[in-house]
């Protein structure tokens, strides 16, 4: 399970999306484009439902991705999470809180209307201004936009701030005039495909824009057919009804790869699933304010580190090793803050059962971790974990629909839980601020810190890396600070998944590693 809470990363159980979306329905552009048209390229993806920029409602992958055709932003990432230039023709710092980006000339939206920096300065702003849009998180260091001329605005930010760039990236451009001059809700982007067809539940049409400000691109017409079961999904690809599927299954890898006509592609998922705990000094949670809570002792978490092994679970959850690969840290090797000196806690019952005598917890102790009712990886991830804990302390599972184990762990009410979480900024940054930096409700720092992990050297390296504009500088200090909070077991990391991708042999086409499936880059 994938959410996107209002913030450009993503909490994460593991592997289909929840998506919380408005009633968009059916809609089509007009009846004379209804007319049954040849359709180049049929894509079938899990995920049914999504919503269109700038009225949806969740920021979820599934709208990040279809959106992506449809919008551009002034910079992008290339599929591995480098920056690369998109509706700017490029960009400078004036000084340390300015950005002054420069915009490609002679760009136009699907209506006709031309690209200035209006549409810039009025896409930044009413994301800014607006309280409950789930995209002003990325945007609250910004503190002014300035158009400079047509086709030149400054974003003057209250601090400096290293990692704009990269928050600007879901940062879709959109035309002020046709925002203002209609209550239609039909995007309208400088993408390379615009809208044909929309049968919510069903399926999307996406046709080539003739005036796309880059190269024409091959595919003309792109059809997402919403697909949820994986078994029809995967049979549409064998019989030849789709082009590409996501989310092959594991388990069909070894038959799909001996089917001719089908190339099987693996990407990892740019997330860490991990457990974490209730950090509070009390058993606060179990009525029990004047006993310890076990988990506040770092000899405790480290026991339970080094009781789990998770070659086990990778080799009975994945049958492969292929489809997924131990964690260290936080973050995956290509994000920015990655730690290669970090390396995983060996798993070993006797320094488990050591650690927990000098803890004084020689006879274990009771404790329940939180899972989702979800899928069957995510059931079997929990219950290899259930056995693997089960031989050091009295361990169980509260196995709760999806809706309700959201509940329990955004309010803090869990000893102990199962998630993950994918740094789609391709920052590290995001971890200290949502993740492990002590929680403050005022600012918003610490907002996904579940447990309320608290260490005062966490917060320091978290505040300072945030407004160093040195790229070594920075890389270091964060990195460090993955060190030290991974000896403290903020997290236990357990691994990053493979997405696996079938794709018929006559399309020529590789997954990215940032998860946006872009048609202008499928060859025919």
């Known amino acids: ?23 968009i329905g059916c809609i089509t552009q007009n009846e004379e ?3 049954p048209s040849k359709v180049d390229v049929i894509i079938g993806l899990t995920d049914s439902t999504f919503g ?8 979820d992958v599934s709208s990040i991705s279809i959106n992506h055709n449809i919008f551009n932003s002034l910079v992008s990432f290339d599929g591995l999470f480098r920056i690369k230039a998109e509706l700017a023709e490029s960009w400078n710092n004036p000084n340390n809180l300015t950005w002054r980006f420069r915009l490609k000339k002679d760009v136009i939206f699907h209506n006709g209307y031309n690209l200035t920096a209006e549409d810039v ?32 605005i400054d974003i003057i930010t209250f601090k400096p701030t290293p990692v704009l760039l990269n928050k600007l990236t879901d940062i879709f451009i959109i035309s002020k005039r046709y925002q203002e001059e209609t209550t239609e809700k039909w995007p309208i982007g400088t993408g390379a495909y615009k809208v044909f067809e929309y049968v919510e539940g069903s399926h999307l049409v996406l046709e080539r824009f003739e005036g796309y400000w880059r190269e024409q691109p091959d595919v003309k017409k792109a059809t997402f ?4 079961d994986n078994v029809v999904r995967k049979n549409a690809l064998i019989n030849g009804e789709i082009d590409i599927a996501d989310g092959i299954e594991a388990v069909d890898y070894d038959n799909l790869s001996k089917i001719a006509g089908i190339n099987l592609h693996l990407v990892t998922y ?4 991990y457990i974490s705990f209730n950090f509070r000094e009390n058993d606060t949670l179990n009525n029990a304010p004047d006993r310890k809570n076990p988990l506040f002792d770092i000899r405790v978490r480290k026991a339970l580190y080094h009781a789990i092994n998770v070659d086990d679970i990778i080799k009975r959850v994945y049958n492969n090793s292929i489809f997924a690969e131990p964690a260290s840290q936080f973050v995956t090797p290509l994000i920015y803050g990655y730690n290669s000196n970090i390396t995983r806690f060996q798993f070993d019952l006797n320094k488990s059962r050591d650690l927990l005598n000098q803890s004084g917890y020689s006879e274990g102790f009771d404790l329940v971790m939180d899972c989702a009712e979800e899928q069957t990886t995510h059931t079997k991830i929990c219950e290899v974990i259930d056995e693997q804990l089960s031989l050091i302390i009295n361990f169980s599972l509260n196995i709760l629909p999806v809706r309700d184990y959201y509940d329990k762990i955004l309010s803090r009410n869990t000893s102990c839980y199962i998630i993950g979480w ?9 971890i200290y601020d ?13 907002t996904y810190n579940l447990g309320y992990y608290s260490n005062p050297e966490i917060d320091r390296i978290g505040e300072e890396i945030n407004y160093i504009m040195d790229y070594d500088k920075r890389l270091k200090l964060m990195q460090e600070g993955f060190e030290i909070a991974m000896d403290d077991v903020a997290w236990i990391p357990l691994l990053s998944s493979k997405i696996i991708y079938g794709v018929a042999e006559d399309v020529n086409w590789e997954p990215s590693y940032n998860m946006i499936l872009k048609i202008e880059e499928i060859k025919l």
């Open 33 to 35: 484009e209804k007319a």
């Open 52 to 59: 269109f920029y700038p009225w949806w409602t969740s920021y």
């Open 225 to 228: 057919k919403f697909i949820e």
């Open 422 to 430: 994918m740094a789609a900024t391709g920052d590290g940054g995001e």
């Open 434 to 446: 949502y993740l492990i930096r002590s929680v403050d409700n005022e600012t918003g720092i610490g």
């Open 121 to 152: 300065k009025y896409s930044i702003d009413s994301i800014k201004n607006n309280q409950t849009n789930v995209l002003r998180d990325l945007l609250l260091s910004i503190n002014e936009t300035k158009i400079i001329d047509n086709y030149t």
């Open 270 to 273: 740019p997330l860490i699933v």
């Open 1 to 23: 399970m994938v959410m996107y809470i209002g913030i450009k990363s993503i909490m994460v159980i593991l592997t289909s999306l929840i998506i919380i979306v408005g009633n």
